[in-house]
């Protein structure tokens, strides 16, 4: 996201500011919106940029990143060093940042957690699909997620391991790419426009258009998306797509691991059919357009 500079205003003295005090607003005119000077302006007119920057901050803390400092936050923020060294001292003081004395560089603090787990415990649709999951991770012994679209990737908001064995234990708080398979299955479920809108993203690979294609006549087809291979080699995986009875949006349920327990044949069948059983359970009612 790109943030508009901050511009310096001189308050206007002497003479000048004596003429504007002589002026005052008309009664029951409005007050006018100010804006950045430029006129370039792209962001929406209630965006608060201050707020938008601490959480562009926050954002770079994903589950792979164990500590970052002020230059690597500037760095993946884009923002000036002088602005992140604010945001991390106010989201420091805030307790939303831990700061490690023998390194100098910042982690997320225990005040996040209070946030994380408040939308964890207050989201219906994990409640109601963890039963399900837990049934098709021990009956498959593979990996079964729950993601939600966020930003520009999908980020995991329940995970349940069928075996000990995998040596792939993807967490809560996982950001896969919108080229997984689960992303793949978000971007078919959307309408046209929408999904046009999200494929014109830079971070996309060259190939998407095509996997999208693929991927839309997939869920046509089976209900389901399917990735043989595609992401890690020996990996192969299903996501279904649905949108949820509670009201909470569009979410996607993924099953993989590697192709020793999940061929491509049990994907294409035994899976799909538990898939579409569960998106069943909790979206009895969906569409794909």
Known sequence: MEFNSYHRFKYKTGKHQMQSLSQPRQPGRPARRKRPLGGNDSSPPDLIEALARGLSVMRCFGPDVGSLGNLDLAERTGLPKSTVSRIVHTLLTLG????????????PGYGVLALGYGCLANLEV????????????????????????????????????????????????????????????YLASLPESEREKLLGSPGLPPGMRAMMKKACNELKESGCCY???????????????????????????????????????RLRREITDSLNEIVYKLSPTLHIA
């Not at 980020?155 to 069928?162: E, K, L, P, Q, R």
């Not at 990735?227 to 993924?254: K, R, Y």
């Open 96 to 107: 939303y940042l831990r700061y490690h004395t023998d390194t100098g560089r910042y982690s």
């Open 126 to 185: 994990r409640q109601l699909a963890r039963p399900l999951m837990e049934k098709l991770a021990q009956a498959t012994g593979a990996a079964v997620a729950l993601g939600a679209f966020d930003g520009e990737s999908m980020i995991y908001v329940d995970a349940i391991h069928g075996s000990a064995a995998l040596y792939l234990r993807l967490p809560v708080g996982y950001r896969a790419g919108m080229s997984s398979t689960m992303g793949r299955a």
């Open 227 to 265: 990735g043989i291979g595609d992401w890690q080699p020996g990996i192969n995986a299903v996501a279904a797509p649905f949108a949820t009875l509670t009201g909470e949006g569009t979410f996607v349920i993924s099953c993989g691991g590697p192709r020793t327990i999940l061929p491509e044949s």
